[in-house]
């Protein structure tokens, strides 16, 4: 394999523990609790695509599924915490990781029950196909989750930063208290951050599978794509991304240069250096609540 | 005299078992400045708290414009019409002074009248439109409170209510901010609830004065007469009378600036 397509792929990969990541840091910055289901939600999100568009299944077009499996997650994330996490208010945030862990748990028997345990693919309409240019061929796949990933990054960027509700969104997050004093429905604002996270979950499973097969345990990817997170600086939306893009970068080139045990335990020995020399992470954003 | 545009009527609040305040009754009119005097913990936040659905009361009832209001959340308080400005100004420090001051308009809609009310706040606070694009953590303590009260205002609130402006503020800042506060109230019409450690000038700036005293309200006057009375003079001039014997504990507070 050529250098370049190594890149590609390994961005490919990194922009996926990105979305995940992403996740992370949404509920964070919400909740100041990390949501351990956060891998879950994203296979969760693969299969509710898989199983809305494959023939076996539901036999959709890919066009219809993709905006169904991203809404259907946005709801599953607005219920997670309407129904189950706003009522851990006021207890600490162990209970509502421990609840996210178990939530975790739920969401693999679901999809093992419903969809089995077999690696199944997405038949996604990118699947196989090639993009050549001079001697280099890409796969399409990979070229659209690198083109998506940025596209969602800008889009989010534009929501937090010029849309009331996505204003209002760093503001519960930067002072609640605050928030309540202006009228901002807070609740509300904390189930459409886990709406938003589900969302992205889904986009990143869709992703995801569309560029490989998946199970009830590719939620596991959710550990990596935490460590990206934390690399990244937990309360950074950039920085997870690029955090993610650090290790999908490091896993195929150590792999090829230092071999694969060492490869598979590069992105922890990163996060350890990370937390050692730069425990707030790379980009994160320390700011002091009141001043 | 015309009704009361918020009227609290033996309000009750706890903080767990703890009673903080205990039968309050406070009238605000349109139109005047009220101010409710009292010590460290007397329960001058609770009552704010309350009044703008922070806290539930146990008992009592406040209304608004005749319509009672208490035990609704907060954000149906904000609507119709009370903005609390809460102690220590809690801005938002990493949003900007501007996306800080919209944030005080997120339950309007009139995005002409928000707009208006913006150049209205930059006006009476110009700084505030000098460091327009700035974080609002960046900004001194008395700016940070000139945000508050300004982000207060983007309510277009009926009544505003203010948690001790003057704190930790200097001497100059105060007068500075409470002229300003005078000005609203005279040039805008702005009715306001404004609780005060600093008895001196809350009662130069108020119609009406409360003084409250752990939970409960003690005395009630027009600020002039407050401000003449002896016992309000004793704790801002820090007099004690010798020989002073009495049982009510407000008398013998020495946390009065
Ligand atoms: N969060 C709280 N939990 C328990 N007690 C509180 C809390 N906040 C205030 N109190 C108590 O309630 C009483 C009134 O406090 P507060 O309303 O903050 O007074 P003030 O604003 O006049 O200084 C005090 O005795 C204080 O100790
Ligand atoms: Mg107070």
Redesign the interface.
Known sequence: MDALQLLVSGLANGCVYGLIAMGFVLIYKATEAVNFAQGDMMMLGAFVALGLTNEHYAHLPFVVAVPLTILIMAAVGYLMDAVLLRRTFGQSQIAVVILTIAIGFVFRFVAGVIWGHEPQSLESPLAGRDIRFGGVVLGLDEVFVIVVTIALTVGMYFFFART?MG??M??SS??Q?????????VKRVHSLVWALSGAVAAIAGILFASKGSIDPATGFLGIKAFAAAVIGGLGSLPGALLGGIIIGLVEPFSARYLGGDLARLMPYLILVLILVFRPHGILS?V????? | MSEPILRVDNLESYYGPVMAIRGVSVEVHEGQIVTVLGANGAGKTTLLKTISGIMDPEKGTIHLEGESIQGMEPDQIVRRGVIHVPEGREVFPLLSVEENLLMGAYTRNDKAGVRNDLEMVYGYFPILKDKARQAAGTLSGGQQQMLAIGRGLLAKPKVMLLDEPSLGLSPLLVKEIFTIIKRLNTEQGVTMMLVEQNAKVALDTAHHGYVMEIGRIVMNDKAPVLAASKDIQEFYLGVQEAGERTQKRWKKRKTWR
């Open positions: 009331k204003v209002a760093q503001a930067q002072n208290m605050a928030a309540y004093y202006m009228g901002i429905p954003q700011q002091a609540k009141k001043v």
